[in-house]
């Protein structure tokens, strides 16, 4: 059973703090992972997928990979209240076509 | 370009009845996924097709439910004699193939309710 885990929330941080959610997953064969954004009521985008241990940076997102703690997750610098949304983890393996997704965290940017 | 589209985008129906779901991936998506969201919860796999075949059909809860793909582009939920545990969002997603490292992109979703 492969699962994917998640801190529900809320995290509450301050306009311009960084916000940091993490993930982490029990497969140890996983090789593909994706944060994605849900906004209340609106389906999931893609905020970031990585697949090679470290770190991977686009603008004000930041996602972080350790396989060998399966551990993944996601800096937001800056945070605006626009950021304000539920995260979910999605984690995928080698043979394996279907993410598993954790529950998501919630997070709430103050102004 | 056009992203995934599914229809309707709400659903009210009778305990009972049959429902049809459908999604229109993003042209030349080869894969398509159904995943349900029910409220507060994560997202559950249902089913996933290459092509018109549907390699993996674990995620489906019941025989209640069952899905279709045709010509390799349109697919369709298809839930009968539903129950009220059936009211939640079913989500369709589309990637450019069935490999593990294709992203994902979500159409916005059939918001289904069971009385």
């Known amino acids: 059973q492969k699962e994917v885990e998640q801190n529900s929330g809320p995290l509450s941080v301050p306009e311009g703090a960084i916000a940091s959610l993490n993930c982490t997953y029990s497969?140890?064969?996983?090789?593909?992972f994706f944060w994605y954004r849900q906004y209340s009521g609106k389906s999931p985008e893609l905020i970031m997928s990585?697949?090679?241990?470290g770190d991977k940076e686009d603008g004000r997102f930041t996602a972080q990979l350790n396989k060998a703690s399966q551990y993944v997750s996601l800096l937001i610098r800056d945070s605006q209240p626009s950021d304000s949304a539920t995260y979910l983890c999605?984690?995928?393996?080698?043979?394996?076509?279907?993410?598993?997704f954790g529950k998501g965290t919630m997070l709430l940017v103050s102004p | 370009g056009a992203g995934v589209s599914q229809s309707p985008s709400n659903k009210v129906t009778e305990k009972g009845k049959d429902v049809e779901l459908r999604c229109d991936p993003i042209?030349?998506?080869?894969?398509l996924y159904w995943y349900r969201q029910s409220l507060g919860q994560g997202l559950e796999f249902l089913i996933y097709?290459?092509?018109?075949?549907?390699?993996?059909k674990s995620g489906l809860p019941s025989d209640r439910f069952s899905a279709e793909r045709t010509g390799g582009s349109v697919s369709t939920l298809t839930i009968q004699r539903t129950q009220q545990e059936d009211s939640a969002v079913y989500l369709c997603?589309?990637?450019?193939?069935?490999?593990?490292?294709?992203?994902?992109?979500f159409g916005p979703g059939t918001r289904l309710l069971v009385l």
């Open positions: 999605a984690v995928n393996g080698a043979g394996y076509s279907t993410l598993t």
């Open positions: 097709f290459q092509g018109n075949s549907a390699p993996d």
């Open positions: 990585i697949y090679s241990n």
């Open positions: 997603a589309s990637s450019l193939s069935a490999e593990f490292q294709e992203t994902q992109y």
């Open positions: 497969d140890r064969g996983s090789q593909s």
């Open positions: 042209s030349g998506h080869t894969a």
